[in-house]
């Protein structure tokens, strides 16, 4: 014969079997329910239940726990990428120091540049035009590509070729001007034809 959905669903495990406490009747002398009144025994959980095992948050079905665990490995991949952004930029900051430290290091006692310098040499350096006091040897030299400019803590100093040249390796970016022996552009008069206005 066909069993009844309730042994069905007993047999299957969805459903555990739960004792009914026999409630006393108005006629076994207790006392009838209100309405309105809450049932005894905490509500709609079912007499005799037992309590939630450990690691079960009451309230909360597995789909919410599934979506907070989601939520805390996010977390932690999240501050391991922050983590691991501040451990770069704090590399590349000490190779920024390192590199600005030798600079100054070929920089000093190797700067060519003169108080009483008369003339004004211009140049094109961050999409500006800059400019240079130099003496008449000095320009001759500068623009012949025997000397360089190179931009340090907003100042721009004059070098030797070779000091140039060991800036650029080190980072380009500090190289202010620095011409080609031989190449043409400039006037007679050592002002270069691109600046001449």
């Known amino acids: 014969m066909a069993e009844s959905l309730r042994d069905q669903l007993l047999k299957s495990g969805i459903v555990k079997q739960v004792t009914e406490q026999k409630r006393p009747s108005p006629q076994q002398g207790g006392k009838p329910p209100y309405k309105g009144s809450k049932p005894q025994g905490g509500g709609n959980k079912p007499q005799g239940a037992r309590p939630p095992h450990k690691g079960h948050v009451p309230g909360k079905s597995q789909d919410e726990i599934d979506l907070a665990r989601a939520y805390a490995i996010r977390a932690q991949t999240e501050a391991g990428e922050r983590k ?18 030798k600079i100054q290091q070929l920089l000093s006692g190797n700067v060519l540049n003169k108080a009483d310098a008369d003339q004004v040499r211009h140049f094109e350096y961050g999409g500006k035009i800059r400019r240079m006091h130099v003496d008449a040897a000095q320009l001759a030299a500068l623009n012949a590509g025997e000397l360089g400019v190179v931009q340090q803590a ?13 800036v650029r390796d080190l980072d380009a970016q500090q190289l202010a001007l620095l011409v080609e022996p031989g190449a043409t552009g400039v006037g007679d ?8 206005w």
């Open 154 to 166: 907003g100042r721009y100093l004059l070098v030797s070729r070779e000091v140039a040249e060991q």
């Open 84 to 101: 691991r952004a501040e451990q770069e930029a704090a590399e590349l900051a000490r190779i920024k120091r390192e590199r600005k430290q």
């Open 189 to 196: 008069d050592g002002v270069p034809d691109d600046l001449m």
